[in-house]
């Protein structure tokens, strides 16, 4: 076998002349007339002849070409195709050539569907973006373990538990999407990491709220016109969360009732039906003052693109000292009518915006409430500009 390998030499292979020359073993070098050259190996496998290339020459040297022959000799002998073996090793290799920023990219993408408007406003995708992706990103797939991750998070566990929460979630979620691709990882690994982090310390703390009896004297002190102001007064009257009012379209207006689409709606998705808030004179008066400012469709639109953002009310309060914030009035609604009024919990939830009951409740259930709605807010408006009243009492059938 020693005399029927080596045949070949390096100058003998630049000198070859156009055909095929055998280096012993099964291994040959294929010389075309243009000067080109090309390694393949010839094997037989359970009295199958395969024939396998090995690449090119000189990319491919003489010694890398033994090298290469060799080893699939020693697969060959052991029964198996080092073709198929070669594919085999291949598949796993490119495996680990994803990394966790484009699998992040592809499950996002394959979820925007599901996502309220498609995921554009970065909700879904933040909590990786900021959190993960930075130290991870980076790293193939299949090298993503407890460890990693625990030493990812760590750093938040403790100080920002909600969004260690979320990052983690989201980490998961990636880690299905990539075992559902077909890449080899570790699908415990998100579980194992919290595991290694432990028991987070932090104790949630609610949105700070007004009390309901100071909003009137706040509301009061609205009083410059600002896209701001205007704002805020709006949020209070209505009591919707921040998004869906910054987000506002005068076509979502007709006669006094606003009509949010379903999908701007927290918790509502695909096919949900729009929400309708009652909009009392004192909101269409805000309304009124606000459409000089209107831009592009929206009511309250940003000085350069787009719309006020979220910070614009939040940081009036903190200018002005207060440890309030405006999602808190939401709060303060619910308590004025829990404490001041008779109104059914249906009636109140609906008034916020919550989905209330099953799916079978609500498939028999078709009313939102709409005029119950109307004189519960018309009540909290004459709270709110002082004009006061006597106790309010709503049944559901009224």
């Given at each position: 076998m020693a005399r029927e390998l080596n045949r070949l030499n390096t100058k003998g292979v630049d000198a070859a002349k156009p055909g095929k020359h055998a280096d012993g073993g099964g291994l040959w070098l294929v010389k075309h007339e243009n000067g080109k050259a090309q390694w393949?190996?010839?094997?037989?496998?359970?009295?199958?002849?395969?024939?396998?290339?090995?690449?090119?020459?000189?990319?491919?040297?003489?010694?890398?070409?033994?090298?290469?022959?060799?080893?699939?000799?020693?697969?060959?002998?052991?029964?198996?195709?080092?073709?198929?073996?070669?594919?085999?090793?291949?598949?796993?290799?490119?495996?680990?050539?994803?990394?966790?920023?484009?699998?992040?990219?592809?499950?996002?993408?394959?979820?925007?569907?599901?996502?309220?408007?498609?995921?554009?406003a970065g909700r879904?995708?933040?909590?990786?973006?900021?959190?993960?992706?930075?130290?991870?990103?980076?790293?193939?797939?299949?090298?993503?373990?407890?460890?990693?991750?625990?030493?990812?998070?760590?750093?938040?566990?403790?100080?920002?538990?909600?969004?260690?929460?979320?990052?983690l979630n989201r980490t998961a979620i990636c880690m299905r999407h990539a075992a559902a691709l077909g890449y080899d990882v570790d699908l415990q690994a998100c579980d194992k990491a919290k595991a290694l982090l432990g028991q987070r310390r932090h104790t949630p703390q609610n949105i700070p709220a007004m009390p309901w009896a100071e909003v009137p004297a706040f509301y009061a002190s609205l009083s410059d016109g600002t896209i701001a102001h205007l704002a805020l007064r709006l949020l209070i009257l209505t009591g919707v969360r921040s998004a869906p009012l910054r987000f506002m379209c005068l076509d979502q207006i007709e006669g006094d009732v606003w009509t949010i689409p379903g999908e701007v709606m927290k918790g509502r998705k695909g096919k949900t039906p729009d929400f309708r808030v009652p909009l009392t004179p004192e909101a269409l008066a805000v309304i009124e003052q606000a459409k000089p400012f209107a831009r592009g469709g929206y009511l309250f639109p940003s000085v350069r693109v787009?719309?006020?953002?979220?910070?614009?009310?939040?940081?009036?309060?903190?200018?002005?000292k207060m440890t309030a914030r405006p999602h808190g009035f939401r709060s303060s609604l619910r308590d004025w009518i829990a404490e001041t009024t008779e109104t059914p919990y249906d009636v109140a939830e609906t008034?916020?915006?919550?989905?209330?009951?099953?799916?079978?409740?609500?498939?028999?259930?078709?009313?939102?409430?709409?005029?119950?709605?109307?004189?519960?807010?018309?009540?909290?408006?004459?709270?709110?500009?002082?004009?006061?009243?006597?106790?309010?009492?709503?049944?559901?059938?009224?």
């Amino acid at each position: 076998m020693a005399r029927e390998l080596n045949r070949l030499n390096t100058k003998g292979v630049d000198a070859a002349k156009p055909g095929k020359h055998a280096d012993g073993g099964g291994l040959w070098l294929v010389k075309h007339e243009n000067g080109k050259a090309q390694w393949f190996l010839r094997v037989t496998v359970h009295g199958r002849r395969r024939e396998m290339g090995l690449g090119t020459y000189p990319t491919v040297s003489l010694k890398d070409a033994r090298t290469e022959a060799a080893k699939w000799r020693t697969v060959a002998a052991r029964g198996l195709d080092p073709i198929n073996e070669r594919e085999r090793e291949r598949a796993a290799s490119e495996k680990q050539l994803h990394l966790f920023e484009d699998v992040a990219n592809d499950a996002f993408e394959s979820r925007k569907a599901e996502l309220k408007g498609d995921g554009k406003a970065g909700r879904w995708f933040s909590p990786l973006k900021v959190h993960v992706l930075p130290r991870m990103g980076k790293k193939p797939i299949g090298e993503i373990d407890q460890r990693l991750i625990r030493d990812t998070l760590a750093p938040i566990w403790h100080t920002k538990p909600e969004a260690a929460r979320k990052a983690l979630n989201r980490t998961a979620i990636c880690m299905r999407h990539a075992a559902a691709l077909g890449y080899d990882v570790d699908l415990q690994a998100c579980d194992k990491a919290k595991a290694l982090l432990g028991q987070r310390r932090h104790t949630p703390q609610n949105i700070p709220a007004m009390p309901w009896a100071e909003v009137p004297a706040f509301y009061a002190s609205l009083s410059d016109g600002t896209i701001a102001h205007l704002a805020l007064r709006l949020l209070i009257l209505t009591g919707v969360r921040s998004a869906p009012l910054r987000f506002m379209c005068l076509d979502q207006i007709e006669g006094d009732v606003w009509t949010i689409p379903g999908e701007v709606m927290k918790g509502r998705k695909g096919k949900t039906p729009d929400f309708r808030v009652p909009l009392t004179p004192e909101a269409l008066a805000v309304i009124e003052q606000a459409k000089p400012f209107a831009r592009g469709g929206y009511l309250f639109p940003s000085v350069r693109v787009g719309v006020i953002s979220d910070a614009t009310m939040s940081r009036l309060m903190e200018r002005r000292k207060m440890t309030a914030r405006p999602h808190g009035f939401r709060s303060s609604l619910r308590d004025w009518i829990a404490e001041t009024t008779e109104t059914p919990y249906d009636v109140a939830e609906t008034t916020l915006g919550h989905v209330v009951g099953g799916k079978v409740e609500r498939a028999y259930r078709r009313t939102d409430f709409l005029e119950q709605r109307r004189k519960l807010l018309l009540r909290w408006a004459n709270h709110v500009t002082g004009k006061g009243g006597k106790l309010l009492r709503l049944v559901e059938n009224e």
